[in-house]
Nanobody, 118 residues
Framework: QVQLVESGGGLVQAGGSLRLSCAAS????????MGWYRQAPGNQRELVAT???????NYADNVKGRFTISRDNAKNTVYLQMNSLKPEDTAVYYC????????????WGQGTQVTVSS
């Protein structure tokens, strides 16, 4: 089993920055890739970014150039550095991990609120 715990959400003004962290515990050897999704009220959940253990990254088009995903494999932690934040980025951000051995398995964090004021 894998547990994911997000932190770092909060309130920030437009144009500001925020860094989210996701700490994985349990059977962390069995998850790859990891990433972030977000969901705003009334909207469907959308992919933000993913990163594999070898460093390969994938970003949604509307965050490219502003967000950077990274990971520390030794600490089993994934980060999302968010710069030039916009009110449209306001959402609950969820950490995600996919099973690499049992590929149908998915794990989710509890979510952390990010609010960007205008």
């Amino acid at each position: 089993q894998v547990q994911l715990v997000e932190s770092g959400g909060g309130l920030v003004q437009a144009g500001g920055s925020l860094r989210l962290s996701c700490a994985a515990s349990g059977s962390t050897f069995s998850i790859d890739p990891m990433g972030w999704y977000r969901q705003a009220p009334g909207n469907q959940r959308e992919l933000v970014a993913t990163i594999s253990r070898d460093g390969t990254t994938n970003y949604a088009d509307n965050v490219k150039g502003r967000f950077t995903i990274s990971r520390d494999n030794a600490k089993n932690t994934v980060y999302l550095q968010m710069n030039s934040l916009k009110p449209e980025d306001t959402a609950v951000y969820y950490c995600y991990a996919k099973g690499s051995i049992f590929r149908l398995r998915e794990y989710w964090g509890q979510g952390t609120q990010v609010t960007v004021s205008s």
